[in-house]
């Protein structure tokens, strides 16, 4: 998945679906969920560099009308002007952190966040 965002901007908020594949650990995750916290790192994919790493991202479930749906949950990650600062091509990841490690959020495809170059200036002019 391709994510666009401009130089210097912190919207729109980067959110991402968490998938129950079958492959993942899905009921792990459902277990720990509550007494994890969650974590978002954005590497440069032309130097390797890390530009965010372990930065706190959030989790959100998603209200349904039909109270037998399976419930569906959502990690977001809220940028900084200064994670927004060099444009580039980065991959990003989401990570649940707890007790019994790390694990990487299931997610449906690779996350590439493109920070684009902006035509404003976050500079006063006058």
Do not use: H, W
């Not at 919207?11 to 916290?37: A, C, H, I, T």
């Not at 399976?70 to 952190?97: C, H, N, S, W």
């Amino acid at each position: 998945m391709d994510f666009f965002i401009k130089k210097n901007a912190t919207l729109p908020v980067l959110k991402m679906q968490v998938v129950k594949d079958g492959r993942s650990d899905y009921q792990n995750f459902m277990n720990l969920m509550e007494v994890s916290s969650f974590a978002f790192s954005m590497i440069n994919l032309d130097t390797g560099i890390p530009k965010i790493v372990s930065r706190p991202a959030y989790i959100v479930e998603k209200t349904f009308i039909e109270p037998q749906a399976e419930p569906e949950y959502y990690v977001y990650y809220q940028f900084r002007a200064i994670d927004t600062k060099t444009p580039g091509r980065y991959k990003g990841e989401f990570l649940m952190k707890s007790d019994e490690g790390n694990l990487l959020l299931p997610l449906r495809d690779e996350l590439y966040i493109n920070i684009l170059d902006s035509f404003s200036s976050v500079e006063p002019c006058c």
